[in-house]
């Protein structure tokens, strides 16, 4: 792997591991200066490997990097010895002492902390969401912009006053006790779902699948499942679901990177061993008697996973689907929805239900109501294809509209 992509994957996988392990050390309130430690050592990486080449062990050479960083500003950086002197194990006289355990072990406990502790109930929803996607995934303001279609100085405002919040609050990284492990775990899932959607479709980029980040989401998630605390049926369907769209990885993109549709995917570029994997973890999370989103998106990703075109199929998905948004409503599910109702019960009867949703700004509302039109009423499948086309943000998603479009063979 080049250095130009080991840098950005590698800041990926192990920057929110050295930040966590930091943060754990110097305490959650110095969060920004374990940031700065992380994000100097990759510049110091990108530095030095440019000139001389990566090294045989990247991983290592990152983690000594920054434990050399973290050991150096508790020499010179006064804050550190009046303040939290204290809460580190270190002499006055020496810093030999010093200890910044980089150990698997305390890596993946200080990120199972980490996500709970910036998903205190203290802090709102999408600012615990905004701190999880950069501390724990790398994400840069821009990337989280886009994640919640705001703009960046919003974003900026948001992590300040939740970094704020966990300084008022004293918050700690700590596994929560078993009477408040519940609320705060569906605050963590909610992250790591998005963070899986983020790879897994990266709207408004010219790239389709960030495969990297999606399976990050993925070990993360998995973290969860090895834990006896949070090993909750929730997310093993959660992890689930991860492994069944992740299955069609290599089907989705065709050689020049354009999106290949599901209908028109070959199934033998599935992953079966990823799939096998996603029925484990179904058939884990069906322990006890909760039913949760992920369990339901689940089970429409198993579906998926069975290309076969029958009755059962789709009206199990969209049974599936009807549930789903009564638990939890969102717009782009009722939208799926009436791709299973064409499915099952017709492209009229669809066309009916795409129609009251009246998402006007979405490609895909305007793609989905061109392909229902497409053989009922071919002008006007190709006015919502054309819109959908003067909407769409990726050249990808382009160029799949313009297909449709010339295939109907209408100007």
Known sequence: ?????????????????????????????????????????????????????????????????????????????????????????????????????????????????????????????????????????????????????????????????????????????????????????EAVMRTLYLLFNEGYYAAGRDVTLRRDVCLEAMWLTRLLTENPGTDKPPVSALLALMCFHASRFEARTNLQGETVLYEDQDDKLWDAELIVHGEYYLNRSSIGHQLSKYHLEAAIGYWHTIKSDTPEKWQRILQYYNHLLIIEYSPIAALNRTYALSKANGKPEAIREAEKLNLADNHLYHSLLGELYTGIDNVRAVSHFQTALSIAKSKADQAVISKKIAKLGIS
Request: glycine residues 4%; charged residues 25%; negative net charge.
């Open 1 to 185: 792997m080049e250095n130009q992509e080991l840098i950005p994957h590698l800041f990926r996988t192990e920057y929110r591991k050295i930040t966590s392990v930091l943060s754990k050390a110097f305490g959650l309130q110095h969060i920004e200066i374990a940031q700065d430690i992380a994000s100097d050592t990759f510049l110091l990486a990108s530095e030095i490997w440019g000139i001389k080449g990566a090294p045989d062990n990247p991983v290592a050479w990152l983690y000594t990097v920054a434990r050399n960083k973290a050991r150096d500003y508790l020499r010179r950086d006064k804050l550190f010895k009046d303040k939290i002197s204290a809460g580190i194990m270190y002499s006055s006289e020496t810093t030999e002492e010093i200890e910044i355990d980089l150990s698997d072990q305390n890596i993946a406990d200080s990120q199972l902390q980490m996500m709970f502790a910036i998903s205190h109930p203290s802090i709102p929803i999408e600012a615990q969401i905004g701190l999880s996607l950069t501390i724990l995934c790398g994400f840069g303001i821009n990337e989280i912009a886009a994640a919640f279609l705001t703009n960046k100085e919003n974003i900026t405002k948001r992590l300040y006053r939740a970094r704020e919040k966990l300084r008022e609050h004293g918050v700690k990284m700590e596994f929560p006790g078993a009477d408040e492990v519940d609320s705060r775990l």
